[in-house]
């Protein structure tokens, strides 16, 4: 475990951040597509 504060994170760590940065932002965008296509579909 690193400890996040004074001393930094390793490349891996990094690494390993962005991915789930990434995968979160991914899912929230698939979340809202498919809410607005619910949406969509109920209202038409």
Known sequence: MTIIGGTE???GGKRAAKVV????LIGI?????SCGLCINSMIG
Not at 21 to 24: E, K
Not at 29 to 33: G, N, R, S, T
């Open 9 to 11: 994170l390793s490349e």
């Open 21 to 24: 940065v990434i995968v979160l």
């Open 29 to 33: 965008v698939i979340l809202a597509a």
